[in-house]
């Protein structure tokens, strides 16, 4: 297997690697162009939000079909249980559609981890929704620096993150 592509997002005026500045790009979550009815109102009354444990299940659930697919590194019901409070989810009615957490490397450095959405979701900015509450997260806490390993590195590259060679991160 390849090794998975670095991705890095920073804060705005913040200091980064080798001196370039990346600037966030916040956006607003909406419905994509076109959306109507049924899927508009999903987007509306659905939001990003901490886990339950009852729906850790329903995380690994998630995390395995990805793990099959080769999105993901495969994860225990005990490492979700232990990061279980730097998850964010999204779910709807079909249980939880999506699932990412942010953790702290360092005290200027969060990886985000874990990032999964289910496949009928796909494309509806849940994914970047995800992100973005982890961004907030990181914000919140002073971090400067995000990043994300990933073999789909095209949906950072799309986010405001910006590849890095892997060996630059410590």
């Avoid at 990805?66 to 993901?72: E, F, H, R, T, Y």
Wanted: hydrophobic residues 40%; neutral net charge.
């Amino acid at each position: 297997t390849a090794w998975p592509v670095v991705v890095h997002y920073s804060k705005p005026v913040a200091p980064c690697f080798r001196g370039v500045l990346y600037l966030l790009k916040s956006q607003p979550a909406r419905c994509p162009a076109g959306c109507s009815g049924e899927m508009a109102n999903a987007l509306d009354l659905h939001t990003i939000r901490r886990p339950d444990v009852s729906e850790v299940s329903g995380m690994k659930a998630l995390i395995d079909r990805a793990v099959v697919q080769g999105l993901l590194l495969p994860r225990t019901h005990a490492e979700l249980y232990e990061n279980l409070r730097h998850f964010y989810i999204y779910a709807d009615e079909k249980g939880v559609g999506g699932c990412c957490a942010l953790r702290m490397d360092g005290p200027d450095l969060a990886e985000i981890w874990a990032l999964v959405v289910r496949e009928d979701l796909r494309g509806n900015h849940v994914g970047a929704q995800l992100v973005e509450a982890c961004v907030a997260d990181a914000r919140e806490h002073g971090v400067k620096r995000v990043y994300a390993l990933s073999r789909t590195p095209a949906f950072f590259l799309r986010h405001s993150f910006h590849e890095i060679d892997r060996y630059e991160l410590p």
